[in-house]
């Protein structure tokens, strides 16, 4: 089996509500906290895969707007 570890931060703000979410106290040890972040993401880890339909098309940039900025910028200097 080939196992891999990361090491991630997480806010305070975040540490709260993983507290509030798993009834935690405020204090609990690391541990208690990465098992906590280890459920979230086996349950809801493939959340993110389900939502790429819902992704908003990307938008083109307006080339003639930029083309009329960058020439009003060329007569500017």
């Known amino acids: 089996m080939n196992y891999e ?4 931060t997480i806010s305070y703000l975040a540490v709260i ?6 009834e ?3 204090d609990a040890p690391t541990q208690a906290l ?5 459920k979230l993401i086996f349950q809801h880890g493939n959340v993110q ?3 790429t339909a819902e992704t908003a ?21």
Do not use: D, H, Y
């Open 24 to 26: 935690l106290p405020q």
């Open 5 to 8: 570890s990361r090491r991630i």
């Open 49 to 51: 895969a389900s939502r």
């Open 57 to 77: 098309p990307s938008t083109q940039p307006n080339k003639s707007a930029l083309s009329a900025m960058v020439t009003n910028f060329k007569g500017a200097a």
């Open 34 to 38: 990465s098992a906590g972040v280890e």
């Open 17 to 22: 509500e993983l507290c509030k979410m798993f």
